[in-house]
């Protein structure tokens, strides 16, 4: 695997945690194969190792196929490695636990609940107090900017409104990490990008750990600390990126992000990277 910290030397690479802290995940040598009856197995991914810190918006990224949502799902814990581990805060991952929380590409609200009731839905599966409950909904429904509609249904709210509920009711339980598989990927363009400014917001306002899955590259580099950039046939991290060109801040809007310097180039390498990838597949 390969480590490339771009436009800047290792040395003024931002971070956004403590160097010496133990990660919060850490994926150790991870291979996964899938039984196909009557067929070959299938090796989706193969030695997979990478760690994200606390606090730090981790990003898979790599064309289709090459296992961002396999591995993203086995941190979810609903897919067990075949070989290798994977921890979270030092323990190792064997199921499913709510401090992992999955926001998917597909709208998941319950279109009989309100905003307010989707939101508390998973704390009152959790027994916490009626008050409790009430007031962390509020907190996050105000976070992702949906305080005038709590008392709607997810009928009457847009695509974007609706991820906006998902992932108000993700972080109202509180997750040690945040998982997304392709959050955006059903978004409009106009609305993706908003919404990748409030997740911005989010992260900082939240102090979350997140993970992501995308293959788009623009998103990749406006969220992440640190891309896994993955290839494929079996699924490997190919190179590890840290877009230094930040220099650690994380930027709020797209289009100062875009006037950096240092992101140009870090979009062509990512670009000819996925080229790269697409050329072995023919
Ligand atoms: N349940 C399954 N059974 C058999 N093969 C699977 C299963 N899930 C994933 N695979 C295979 O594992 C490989 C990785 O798939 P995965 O969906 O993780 O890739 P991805 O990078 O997330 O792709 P995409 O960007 O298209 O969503 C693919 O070859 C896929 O066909």
Not at 36 to 56: L, M, Y
Not at 159 to 168: D, E, F, H, P, Y
Not at 220 to 226: E, K, Q, T, V, W
Request: net charge negative.
């Amino acid at each position: 695997m390969n480590r490339s910290v771009n436009n800047a030397s290792p040395s003024t690479a931002g971070q956004n945690y403590a160097a010496n802290a133990p990660p919060k995940l850490r994926l150790k040598e991870v291979g996964k194969s899938f039984h196909v009856p009557r067929g070959e197995d299938i090796q989706a991914i193969a030695n997979v190792s990478f760690d994200t810190h606390e606090n730090e918006v981790c990003v898979l990224l790599g064309p289709s196929g090459c296992g961002k949502s396999t591995v993203l799902r086995m941190v979810a814990g609903l897919e067990q490695p075949t070989t290798g581990e994977l921890m979270l805060d030092g323990e190792r991952i064997t199921g499913p636990a709510q401090e992992r929380g999955m926001v998917f590409q597909a709208y998941t609200s319950f279109d009989w609940l309100t905003v307010q009731q989707n939101v508390e839905y998973g704390m009152r599966l959790n027994r916490v107090p009626k008050q409790e409950r009430r007031d962390r909904a509020e907190h996050f429904i105000e976070l992702v900017g949906l305080s005038r509609f709590a008392g709607t249904y997810p009928r009457h709210l847009s695509g974007g409104m609706k991820q906006r509920v998902a992932i108000a009711r993700t972080l109202a339980n509180e997750p040690a990490i945040l998982l997304m598989d392709e959050p955006f990927g059903a978004l409009d363009a106009q609305t993706r990008w908003q919404m990748q400014e409030l997740m911005m917001e989010i992260v900082e306002a939240a102090n979350t750990t997140v993970l992501v899955v995308t293959h788009d590259i623009e998103e990749a580099i406006f969220l992440a600390d640190r891309i896994e950039f993955m290839s494929r046939h079996p699924g490997r991290v190919h190179e590890e990126i840290i877009p230094a060109f930040k220099q650690g801040q994380r930027i709020g809007q797209k289009e100062d992000l875009i006037g950096l310097p240092g992101y140009g180039d870090l979009e062509r390498h990512i670009l000819q990277l996925m080229r790269e990838q697409g050329r072995d597949e023919t």
